[in-house]
């Protein structure tokens, strides 16, 4: 075993960043003070499917309380709306964000049965629980969620709906001072999917008001009888954010609290941008223990030599040159490379994690391309270039993936114990469990192939040393990002519809900086490439899992055709 030799200083930086999680974790899950929450929480539909949902609320007692749903939107969670529902709680009400059928946590097919059997169901879940008043409920629902105004619409029982980059449909029933409803639909100016005009013929509707007399950012009708309405537009966000953009979430509580003047808050403060502060101390902590702690735990585990150092000297170019070439490999070849894989897409049955990998395998496609070519100006066989990481020794090939493992373990619980439980969420159900390790192998041959390139090649052309490790993840970054951006720009002027490139975009920058520094760093302490591609690996595969609605990769394509 490898002696160890870490230093006063590090021990003392290790210690401050995993106290600075430590303090944040806490934090974060006891901000507000007076709202307890429960996760992970079931109950079951009427057609049997498993619901899987988070309660917020008061701590003190009390009887009659009030009640909203939080409903999601496709290719997100319950996780992705706690913010809302935080706030909500901090304002006096119980708030339930759930996961519907085939996504999140929830069993269950996204294509089969009806949604708003989902939303029954936690209907029928408030109904159990005496100290709440369900005469009088309220409704958020985000894209898809906005299903959700069905179920209110016919029920009287639901006194407000606030719509978050959804629809409003016409011949919604008008609210009064006996049966309210009061309705607020939020939009970011950006928004893939809707513009004010469409949502102005629901409101025009509702109200009686000719669409284009209508205003946005303006109330019509009251609280007091029960008919207050109003789009708020927001010029800065676009469709993906409204799940977590705080003038959305501010907009929303005080049209709740306006809505049910008898609630009294727990907490008058606004927590949102409190939140996101302790989330960025808690990544910041959780980020620099695992970035320090990559070190000592390579020199633990592995007994590397200098000639088991995994290189791949094929290429003479500068690294201008080697980035050009590939990002060029990348764009021309990737749109072929998609649609290689569109057979594998065709029989998974988590359609939109399928297609995030074939997006990343258009880019593997086109680096092997590249890899080709330059083995064969050298005499060297494709094969034999993608078995170069594993031709070291036995023992610390093994070595290699225990290190990965650990790591890997060590980063997804960071990431689920910080963003994931509160924001993103990355424990898939159990149905979806089933197709995570098949999702791990398609994942984790991407990121070899993407290692071989720049690591085993492009790394190698920078010198060592703090300044660049950072400048060459920022290049390895710029190069995953510029396909990917491409590449979807593409599909959207293709499908005439930018949902994905609006949606993917914001998830693809922090997913695509952590990829690099992350491989960077364990490729120069591990000296090889198959540590970093198992913790990239493991954490991409359970969110995407996660994040994925359960629906089978041939309903998604011939989704576009219709």
Known sequence: MNRIKITKKQIILLFIFLLIFISGTVLIFNTPIGIKSTYSKTVKTSDGVTISFNVFEPKNGGSNKRAIILGHGVMSNKEMLNDYAIEFAAAGFVAIPFDFRGHGQSTGDHRSGSLTNDIQAIISYLESRPDIDTSNLGYLGYSMGGVGLQVVNESTNFKCFIGTATWFPKNIRKGNSTAPLNILMILGRNDELLTPEDLKEGLSDYTGILANDLDVNKLYGSFQNGNASMIYLDDLSNHAIGCWDPDFIREARDFLISSFPDVKPVDENFFTNIRLFILILQLFGGFGFFFLIVD??????????????????????????????????????????????????????????????????????????????????????????????????????????????????????IIYLSGGLNYIGMVPSLLKLAWVPLFFIINFIIFMIYGLMTHGILQNKFEKGLKPLIKVSFTIFGILFLYFFTILFIFGLITGSFFYFGNFIPLAIPLFLLNAFLSTLIYDKSGNIIAGALVNTLFFTLFICTISPYQSGLSFIMGFLH
């Open 296 to 413: 000592p735990l390579s020199k633990l585990i592995l007994k590397k030599k200098e000639e088991e150092v995994f290189k791949l000297e094929l290429e003479n170019d500068s690294i201008i040159t080697i980035g050009g070439k590939t990002i060029a490999s990348s764009l021309v070849f990737g749109l072929p490379g998609i649609l290689i894989f569109v057979p594998i897409l065709l029989v998974l049955y988590l359609a939109i994690a399928g297609f995030m990998s074939a997006l990343l395998f258009g880019q593997a496609f086109g680096i092997l391309i590249l890899l080709w070519r330059i083995g064969k100006k050298r005499n060297l066989g494709l094969i034999e270039t993608i078995k170069k990481p594993f031709k070291i020794s036995r023992s610390n090939l093994i070595r290699q993936f225990l290190l990965g493992a650990v790591l890997a373990v060590i980063f997804a619980l």
